[in-house]
């Protein structure tokens, strides 16, 4: 755990930022690229907020491993308290950057990969109330990690109006 104000943690202004923190300590806290974890919620109260994460393993809750980041009133990050199981990683975890790309080319359809352009990102994953505007917005999305692959694009007629093609891989 960490307690005092900050500047190598910087701020966080919202549910991905938090995420992101959360991936960027994930070695130093006993996780590891294949480890995830589901944001459950956040609390604030007196000027003081907290970004509650559970590690999850095929779908499942990891009983008793939560990662929870503490911010003071400007956003800075003032403690982090972890409790990761490393050896209950997900299985699946996210892949390489190697194997993404190279499964990006198999569906280019003759479309060259630009590795240059690789990045991992975060998708959201609403539930199908909350995509229907049906649910109260107020409980954090759930978030996943993915790379998106670019390609460009040689087949089909939209290939002078759409030059290139992003794969979001899993």
Known sequence: YHIGPSSLLGKVEGPLDAYRLAYRLMGAVG??????????????????????????????????????????????????????????????????????????????EGGKVLPEYTQLIFISTPSFEKALNLEDDSEPESLKMAWVVYTTNEGGEDAQARPFVAHHVQ
Request: negative net charge; proline residues 0%.
């Open 31 to 108: 996780g590891s690229g294949k480890t995830n974890l589901q944001l459950l919620a956040r609390v604030t109260k007196n000027d003081i907020s907290v970004y509650n994460f559970q590690q999850v393993k095929d779908g499942e809750e990891v009983r008793g491993s939560t990662l929870k980041i503490a911010l003071d009133k400007d956003n800075e990050v003032t403690a982090v308290f972890c409790n990761i199981d490393h050896e209950a990683a997900d299985d699946k975890g996210i892949i390489s950057q190697k194997d993404a790309e190279a499964e990006a080319a198999k569906h280019a």
